[in-house]
């Protein structure tokens, strides 16, 4: 129904910058909440940020002030800004969407992005 295609990751060394992007396309009528999550290998799932429709944000400790979360609403597009990155933020991340496909339900489903590879060296 709703499918969420990311791009952006990659290798980086320590200190680098990477911007993953995240778009879904699909049965949408509107997206609530999204979010980036992270999963390094032999670790559960873990929150990175989040951004509400009107913007507002959160974020885990380990990445506020590295990482900014932003959206594009007309393009159902959410990005990861990462700054100064470090070995420990080597993981899956995984973007998320809280979205509404039945406008007389309003029932909010969350769907996942297929995950990007995120790895800093070092």
């Known amino acids: 129904q709703v499918q969420l295609v990311e791009s952006g990751g990659g290798l980086v060394q320590p200190g680098g910058s990477l911007r993953l992007s995240c778009a879904a396309s699909g049965s949408i009528f509107s997206i609530n909440d999204m979010g980036w999550y992270r999963q390094a290998t032999g670790k559960q799932r873990e929150l990175v940020a989040t951004?509400?429709?009107?913007?507002?944000?959160n974020y885990a400790g380990s990445v506020k002030g590295r990482f900014t979360i932003s959206r594009d609403n007309a393009k159902n597009t959410v990005y990861l800004q990462m700054n100064s990155l470090k070995p420990e933020d080597t993981a899956v991340y995984y973007c998320?969407?809280?979205?509404?496909?039945?406008?007389?339900?309003?029932?909010?489903?969350?769907?996942w992005g297929q995950g990007t590879q995120v790895s800093v060296s070092s």
């Open positions: 998320k969407a809280d979205v509404v496909i039945n406008v007389v339900s309003t029932r909010e489903y969350d769907y």
């Open positions: 951004i509400t429709s009107g913007g507002s944000t």
